[in-house]
């Protein structure tokens, strides 16, 4: 029964932990994965039509179950959400398995949410456009759990594979 | 026994510690509706640069483009204001907002402020790591603003 002292104690640290928080001295840093990233969550679109292109982005986004949350079509911007269930099989086995064993409920991940925001760039004859997705993850007790930049490459050939097919589609108004 | 002993002892300890966080909580925390560590002076020249332009709209698409390649999603962006927000989150949540204006007769003032989780970002160094960011996408040098 040593357990509940040290309960305390470790909340008690992460409390005052808590507020002596700094920025972390890279935050605002380009780090050397930084251009591969951007290669990553960017494509050339052979159109001058900024406005055609963002139009389609917000469809694809909405085929993806996106909200719009904002746009500001002058500056290339939508900025679309979504909520989800984020329970996973795994975590909730551990879960049940720490309540048998110890007799003790460990919070699971309940909820997320995932952000994106669309941005277009005119480039010569052509138009960028970068799309970038993060999320942040609750758990049943609805603490945060998780905040985290999506980096994985297949969620965002995913997304690209999706707009080619959008911009075919609406060229043939399908 | 030993359980009520360990269960006293546990109020005992988180007793004054919540009360501690908590009652200084509930006496200063409005003075965070006006606080903040620095001058208002200071802040501005921490949080401002100039640059020898005066394309708005083209330095706000580059701010964006910046921000983006410093693993932020936009918030919110407006062209007549001049303003855009994004966040990172990276195991924490880092919010900033930046405001692009004329500056004098040849170049734009960028201005940015950021807030990490619940903390205000007053430290020089986060702005100066973001301007070297965006001198590098305006292929311009920034300049500290008096």
Redesign the interface.
């Given at each position: 029964m040593m357990r509940r002292p040290l309960c305390v104690l470790v909340a008690f640290s992460m409390i005052m932990g808590g507020c002596a928080q700094q920025i972390p001295k890279d935050a605002l840093q380009l780090r050397p994965e930084s251009l591969e990233l951007r290669q990553l969550q960017t494509r050339s679109f052979e159109t001058k039509d900024e406005k055609k292109l963002l139009t389609t982005g917000a469809s694809v986004l909405q085929d993806l179950g996106f909200n719009i949350d904002e746009s500001e079509t002058p500056l290339g911007v939508i900025v679309g959400s979504k909520d989800r269930d984020a329970v996973e099989a795994g975590q909730v086995v551990g879960s049940v398995m720490v309540a048998v064993l110890f007799g003790v409920y460990m919070p699971v991940d309940k909820n997320q949410k995932i952000r994106a925001s669309l941005v277009t760039r005119p480039v010569d004859k052509k138009t960028n456009m970068r799309v970038t997705f993060q999320r942040i993850i609750w758990n049943t007790q609805g603490q945060i759990t998780r905040t985290e930049s999506v980096e994985d490459p297949k969620i965002y050939q995913e997304f690209f594979e999706k707009m080619s097919k959008s911009v075919f589609l609406e060229a043939h108004e399908i | 026994m030993?359980?009520i002993t360990?269960?006293a002892?546990?109020v005992l300890?988180?007793a004054p510690?919540s009360l501690a966080?908590h009652g200084n909580a509930a006496a200063d925390s409005m003075e965070h509706v006006m606080g903040t560590e620095k001058s208002q002076v200071a802040i501005r020249q921490i949080q401002t640069r100039a640059f020898d332009t005066r394309e708005q709209?083209q330095t706000?698409?580059t701010v964006?483009?910046t921000l983006?390649?410093?693993?932020?999603?936009?918030?919110?962006?407006?062209?007549s204001l001049g303003t855009?927000s994004?966040?990172?989150?990276?195991?924490?949540?880092?919010r900033m907002t930046v405001t692009v204006k004329p500056h004098g007769k040849t170049q734009t003032s960028v201005r940015a402020n950021?807030q990490?989780?619940v903390?205000a970002?007053e430290?020089p160094?986060?702005?100066q790591?973001?301007f070297?960011?965006l001198e590098?996408a305006m292929f311009l040098t920034a300049h500290e603003v008096d």
């Open positions: - | 030993k359980k360990h269960l002892l546990a300890l988180a510690a966080v709209k706000l698409r964006i483009a983006q390649d410093l693993g932020f999603v936009i918030d919110k962006a407006d062209e855009v994004g966040t990172k989150l990276n195991g924490y949540s880092l950021a990490y989780n903390v970002v430290d160094e986060p702005y790591q973001f070297a960011a590098k």
